[in-house]
């Protein structure tokens, strides 16, 4: 009876050491504020976030603050981020390592990689900036029509507010007009908020509710998904936007 024991219990033990061995750094959650150097002499903030594999975030020049959004992956100690520009055109590539919990270094390249200059950065506190657009994205933002005009009668509007803890606010109605002339209009509406991750934005109003996700470009969003129980039979927030001002919230 004890030899079995002792052949059921290390069997456990081994099984475990297993799933442990091949499960960290897929898990790894965190959000860390670096501050460093490209070529030494370049002074640069970067703020990421890490999902499991999967890194996004921004970074700035601090004599431009003008941020730049970055999208990447996680191999071990190994790590690859791409920018990107308010167009979502790629600007450069940080290829790097992590020295310590804290300290980041590598090599950044530009687009076509003619320019290749050293990164070196080290991590502080998480700033409350988050990770958007160059611009910013507060605005109204009204559905465009295959024309490129704003829609007259099926239409949609989102109004988007950066909140102070990183946060964004997302207030939209969308309308599919059936039959104008007997008022036959179907409706839906949104509102909810959710943490950016990069220029992208994922809201669920909760389990069943309407779920969308929206991705920022320069003065424009575009919804690139709904789950289809954002309003009416047919109601539907996919599509592409235009900011035409200031948010409008109810």
Known sequence: MRKYWFTKTFFVLALALLFTANTPAAQAQWERAYSGTINKT?????????????VNGSYVYEKVSKPIVLS???????????????????????NGRFISEDTIEGSWSNADASK??????????LTRQPATTANGIDGRYERL???????????AELNVRQQEDGMILVEGEAALVVNARTGNVRTGGITATAKPQGN???????????????????????????????GGLGVSFLGNYKRTGAPKFR
């Open 200 to 230: 992208q934005l994922t809201l669920s109003e909760g389990d069943g509710g309407c779920q969308m996700k929206i991705v920022f470009g320069k003065g424009s969003l575009e919804v690139t998904e709904d789950n289809g129980q954002c």
């Open 116 to 125: 290749v200059f050293p990164f070196s950065l080290k991590a502080g506190s």
């Open 72 to 94: 990447g992956s996680v191999n071990g100690q190994q790590f690859t981020l791409k920018e990107y520009d308010e167009k979502g055109k790629n600007t450069g590539t940080f």
């Open 145 to 155: 029509d295959a024309k490129g005009r704003i829609e007259k009668e099926s239409g």
């Open 42 to 54: 370049l002074r640069i903030k970067m703020n990421l976030t890490r999902n499991g594999n999967t």
